[in-house]
């Protein structure tokens, strides 16, 4: 159980595309998601949270008009990063929370930004 | 504030036993996780302590002692797919249900 998918797996992009990146609970359902961004040998920094039929909550110095959420079902999130450059290069993370708050992750998304 | 620290590396020996320490300084969390990370790839869930005291599962434990702001992770039996950056996070806090996680231990099992 708990189980979490990410699609994309990886993608590789020009600068200035928006790019489009799903996280879905496949076995429960998840009211909250997380996102992450994790950059070579640092830890995982959160981006946001993801509340299913309500705005997301983004962190301090996270561009909300640039990382577009949206949690349209209990089991799905969508990550949108647009106008993407390559500084936006990047491992993507999603987690789903379950059972006493416990994090399940996706297997995350690599983005290229050329 | 909210703060958590783990060694940045470590290294053991195939067949020996290792300890993973974290200590920190936050308030308002439930529990304390640990997440094994093995490099290129996403945290999979290996433990969480509410109450004091060691939670054993196989050849990992996991202890929490609140009272001192501590835990730690205990490895035995270390194989060498052990290798593996391994993340402890205190949470989940308040409404929100984040998780505040310490930067990660990179654990280098040598044969």
């Known amino acids: 159980g708990a189980v979490v998918s990410q699609h994309p797996s990886r993608v590789i992009c020009k600068s200035g595309t928006s790019v489009k990146i799903e996280c879905r609970s496949l076995d429960f359902q998840a009211t909250t998601m997380f996102w992450y961004r994790q950059f070579p040998k640092q830890s995982l920094m959160l981006m946001a949270t993801s509340n299913e039929g309500s705005k997301a909550t983004y962190e301090q110095g996270v561009e909300k008009d640039k990382f577009l959420i949206n949690h349209a079902s209990l089991t799905l999130s969508t990550l949108t990063v647009t106008s993407a450059h390559p500084e936006d290069s990047s491992f993507y993370i999603c987690?789903?929370?379950?059972?006493?708050?416990?994090?399940?992750f996706g297997p995350g998304t690599r983005l290229l930004v050329l | 504030g909210q703060n958590i620290d783990q060694p940045t590396e470590m290294t053991a020996t195939e067949g020996a036993i290792v300890q993973i320490n974290c200590t920190y300084q936050?308030?308002?969390?439930?529990?304390l996780f640990w997440y094994q990370q093995h490099a290129g790839e996403a945290p999979t869930f290996l433990s969480y302590n509410v109450l004091d005291g060691l939670e054993e599962k196989g050849r990992f434990s996991s202890f929490l002692s609140r009272s001192k702001g501590y835990s730690y992770l205990l490895l035995k039996e270390l194989q060498m797919k052990d290798s593996a950056s391994y993340l402890c996070a205190a949470g989940p806090s308040g409404n929100t249900g984040k998780l505040i996680f310490g930067q990660g231990t990179t654990l280098q099992v040598k044969p």
């Open positions: 987690s789903a929370k379950g059972v006493q708050g416990t994090q399940y």
């Open positions: 936050t308030s308002g969390f439930n529990g």
